[in-house]
């Protein structure tokens, strides 16, 4: 069963073309916040609409999820590529390009696909007697790494579900754990309620030389619950003047409102880390996770030997 999807969210077949762009206007690289931004600026896209949360994955909305299918479509055919997490740059073979043919690339990944399927039913159809579709959720009837966008990967939904979870205090410690990993130092947490939205302080160094007293806040978040403006003001008015910097932590998402927010020049500004960056991170230091290695099947190479 097909899930019902906002009809104002552009579906991925509608952002192919719109991620390209978005790179080469952000200097041919960018981070999926970045990437993210520029196509709702570009597209026009209503704050309310960005806003709605994907069904299935609470931490990321259903404009994420799409953009996350497009950056995937667009990575299998070369177009870009990923050579750090959370990072994309478009590839040196496209760089002087300045547009693509995005039918092309989704016809090209969707024959892919297909073909695999009816290999996986061990269907005798052709590659050439694949009928192909302008646009499918793929990952809604199919439950593999393989077949799971790049940036959302089985593991990570199963992480995210098990961070959304947790004891509130062991998120709070978890937080503790991922700062100083981060290069925090002095790192506490308040283990205490009505303590003013702060759950914790730490310093943070910069190169060695510069150093700020930083606040943070953790908010363990479920069932697509997207942090507002008026979360951030609450925790903004909680800080004291010796606290340099705000940090919001958060299992879930950020509205667009909020980010603004939060980044509104004149006020003391708050630093966000959503449900997919605080991934990242746990990733990034093997905190409680371990990499195991795979490889990919190079399926024409075993077919045309």
Same mark, same amino acid.
């Given at each position: 069963? /097909?899930?019902?999807?906002?009809?104002? +969210?552009?579906?991925?077949?509608?952002?192919?073309?719109?991620?390209?762009? =978005?790179?080469?206007?952000?200097?041919? #690289?960018?981070?999926?916040?970045?990437?993210?931004?520029?196509?709702?600026? @570009?597209?026009?896209?209503?704050?309310?609409?960005?806003?709605?949360?994907?069904?299935?994955?609470?931490?990321?909305?259903?404009?994420?999820?799409?953009?996350? !299918? =497009?950056?995937?479509?667009?990575?299998?055919?070369?177009?870009?590529?990923?050579?750090?997490?959370?990072? !994309?740059?478009?590839?040196?073979?496209?760089?002087? #390009?300045?547009? +693509?043919? @995005?039918?092309?690339?989704?016809? =090209?990944?969707?024959?892919?696909?297909?073909?695999?399927?009816?290999?996986?039913?061990?269907?005798?159809?052709?590659?050439?007697?694949?009928?192909?579709?302008?646009?499918?959720?793929? @990952?809604?009837?199919?439950?593999?790494?393989?077949?799971?966008?790049?940036? *959302? /990967?089985? !593991? %990570?939904? %199963?992480? =995210?579900?098990?961070?959304?979870?947790?004891?509130?205090?062991?998120?709070? %410690?978890?937080?503790?754990? +991922?700062?100083?990993?981060?290069?925090?130092?002095?790192?506490?947490?308040?283990?205490?309620?009505? @303590?003013?939205?702060?759950?914790?302080?730490?310093? !943070?160094?910069?190169?060695?030389?510069?150093?700020?007293?930083?606040?943070?806040?953790?908010?363990?978040? /479920?069932?697509?619950?997207?942090?507002?403006?008026?979360?951030?003001?609450?925790? %903004?008015?909680?800080?004291?003047?010796?606290?340099? /910097?705000?940090?919001?932590?958060?299992?879930?998402?950020?509205?667009?409102?909020?980010?603004?927010?939060?980044?509104?020049?004149?006020?003391?500004?708050?630093?966000? *880390?959503?449900?997919?960056?605080?991934?990242?991170?746990?990733?990034?230091?093997?905190?409680?996770?371990?990499?195991?290695?795979?490889?990919?099947?190079?399926?024409?190479?075993?077919?045309?030997?």
């Amino acid at each position: 069963m /097909k899930r019902e999807i906002d009809s104002r +969210i552009p579906r991925t077949s509608k952002l192919i073309l719109p991620t390209f762009v =978005a790179l080469k206007k952000l200097g041919g #690289s960018g981070n999926n916040s970045e990437i993210l931004n520029q196509v709702i600026t @570009d597209l026009d896209i209503a704050d309310e609409v960005a806003d709605i949360p994907h069904s299935d994955k609470g931490n990321i909305s259903e404009l994420q999820y799409q953009l996350a !299918w =497009a950056k995937t479509y667009l990575q299998k055919q070369g177009i870009i590529e990923n050579p750090e997490r959370s990072i !994309w740059t478009i590839s040196p073979n496209f760089a002087q #390009s300045d547009t +693509i043919d @995005d039918r092309g690339v989704l016809t =090209a990944v969707n024959r892919e696909r297909y073909q695999k399927i009816k290999m996986d039913k061990n269907d005798s159809q052709t590659k050439d007697e694949v009928i192909i579709t302008e646009d499918e959720d793929f @990952d809604e009837d199919i439950d593999t790494d393989e077949d799971t966008p790049v940036e *959302i /990967k089985n !593991w %990570r939904v %199963r992480l =995210a579900d098990v961070l959304q979870n947790m004891n509130p205090f062991g998120f709070e %410690r978890l937080t503790q754990r +991922i700062l100083r990993s981060c290069g925090f130092t002095h790192v506490e947490v308040t283990q205490k309620t009505g @303590d003013g939205g702060i759950d914790g302080f730490g310093k !943070w160094k910069i190169g060695g030389i510069l150093s700020f007293n930083v606040a943070f806040q953790c908010k363990r978040y /479920k069932d697509g619950h997207a942090v507002t403006p008026e979360e951030i003001r609450g925790f %903004r008015g909680s800080l004291t003047t010796d606290i340099e /910097k705000g940090l919001f932590v958060t299992t879930g998402t950020f509205t667009k409102a909020a980010k603004n927010e939060a980044s509104t020049p004149g006020k003391k500004q708050i630093d966000l *880390i959503d449900g997919e960056a605080l991934i990242d991170l746990i990733s990034e230091y093997s905190i409680g996770v371990k990499a195991i290695k795979t490889y990919e099947i190079d399926e024409d190479y075993f077919t045309k030997i």
